[in-house]
Structures are given as C-alpha cells and as structure tokens.
C-alpha cells in the first residue's frame, strides 16, 4: 500500500486523513480511531475555543525524507513519517529482534519488551563490535563512575562498597558450594 501524503494540510482536512484511515483501520487493530471522533473531545468543556484554532493546521509539511535504509514504522501507521533517525539501521540480532517487534501494535506489551530486549542485545553487540576493533572498554568513563567520583563521592563509596560486599558474599557462597562437592 502506497501512502498518500499531503503536501498542505488545509482546515478540517485532519478529519478526512482521520476518517480515511479510521474506515480502513477500524477493524484491524483494536483500539484504533477512538479518539477521532469529535462529538468526543475529552477537552470540552475546559477548552475555550477561538477562532485561530484550526489555523495552526493550515501549514506546509516537510518533504518526505529519502529512504534509503530499513526503516521501522508502526503497524498502526500507513507508512513511514516524513522526517525519522538514520543513525542506526537495524543489524544482527537486535535488528531481526526489532523487525518481530514492529509486526505488533505499540498497544501490546510483546511490541515494547521485544524492543527493550534488543536495546540490551545491541549494547552487547557494540561492545563486542568495539572488541573486534581492538577497543577495550573502560568501565570509568562510559558509565559515568569519574564524574561521580569527583561530583558524588559518598554515594561512589558506599555504591562501591556495596558491590565489593556483595561479590565477595557471592564469591564465598560458591566457594563453600565447593568444598561440600
């Protein structure tokens, strides 16, 4: 499906996107159009309305960006938005991680912890990518342990202390573990 974009947005013409989608949407995702209807405005009656209201929809939309890698967008969406982040394209594990994330709507659970879990596998894959290159890790800078040092010492002590307790709690419990064996 080819999305239609505007190059304006002329007044009311948001109703028309939104009833254009809610007509095709409405049956596929649950949930979807809920707010479109505008006997409905959980606004009223705080909202004072004016005249210029509808003139901030009156403007003209960026150009839609080039595609050129793999973008992820929203099942709920039509397509992809007009301006989106090209720092990061999808790779590896994380990335085939991402694409199962992005066949369920943001309403489910299975959409965001899919995607959480794999902001934590593409960490472990940085840090091996950054090994193959020869890149040690120091610990001290990229987790912020010299500037808590030097701004929040006491909170570095006792942070600091409570790991060394805690390993070394750790260490002796698998060391008697041990020894029963």
């Known amino acids: 499906m080819q999305p239609v974009l505007e190059d304006r947005i002329d007044e009311f013409q948001d109703r028309k996107i939104a009833d254009r989608n809610l007509n095709n949407r409405v049956k596929d995702i649950p949930g979807w159009g809920m707010d479109a209807d ?5 606004t009223y009656p705080m909202k004072h309305w004016n005249g210029a209201d509808h003139e901030r929809l009156n403007y003209k939309k960026a150009p839609q960006q080039r595609i ?7 099942v709920e969406r039509p397509g992809v938005t007009r301006v989106f982040g090209t ?3 999808p790779s590896g594990l994380s990335g085939a991680i991402r694409r199962y994330a992005y066949k369920y709507s943001e309403a489910t659970a299975t ?3 899919t995607l959480i879990l794999a902001d934590r596998i593409n960490a472990i894959e940085g840090k091996l990518d950054d090994l193959r290159h020869g890149i040690l890790p120091n610990p001290w800078i990229e ?9 929040n010492r006491p909170a570095f002590v006792r942070k600091a202390a409570t790991t060394a307790l805690l390993i070394t709690a750790g260490l002796m419990l698998l ?3 041990s020894k029963r064996k």
């Open 38 to 42: 505008p006997e409905n405005d959980p």
């Open 68 to 74: 050129d890698i793999e973008v992820f967008h929203s």
């Open 87 to 89: 720092s990061t394209p």
């Open 111 to 113: 959409h965001w912890m």
């Open 143 to 151: 987790r912020g342990w010299r500037a808590e040092w030097k701004h």
């Open 175 to 177: 060391k008697r573990e």
